[in-house]
């Protein structure tokens, strides 16, 4: 029963707006640290943000940082990423990720196998 659902992925202009959401369900994910994380075809998955149990504290790949923003809503159980002035480069099947954080609630891990959970993946495809 335990389900990541990514949805919001879609084909854009570069230079638009973007929104992915992620919905989180089946156990209390109160105590989880969430992330995105995106690859493209021949590519290795790659960390894009991600977020502490709170939202206290975030962290975000270099080549995203200003553009895209990681919030969560707790209540909801929802994580989104605001994908803010798309490239082309940006590419990619998006993923949502969750990982158990109760042994350290303000660290942000950044490779895809520290997390335990993740959903399916929506495309984003930026033209140019």
């Known amino acids: 029963q335990v389900q990541l659902v990514e949805s919001g992925g879609g084909l854009v202009q570069a230079g638009s707006y973007l929104r992915l959401s992620c919905a989180a369900s089946?156990?209390?994910?109160?105590?989880?640290?969430m992330a995105w994380f995106r690859q493209a075809p021949g590519t290795e998955r790659e960390f894009v943000a991600g977020i502490n149990w709170n939202g206290g504290r975030t962290d975000y790949a270099d080549s995203v940082k200003d553009r895209f923003t990681i919030s969560r809503n707790n209540a909801l159980n929802t994580v989104d990423l605001q994908m803010g002035n798309v490239k082309p480069e940006d590419t990619a099947v998006y993923y949502c990720a969750a990982r158990d954080s109760r042994a350290n609630a303000w660290k942000i891990e950044t490779t895809a196998p520290e997390y335990e959970y993740w959903g399916q993946g929506t495309q984003v495809t930026v033209s140019s």
């Open positions: 089946g156990r209390p994910w109160t105590n989880y640290a």
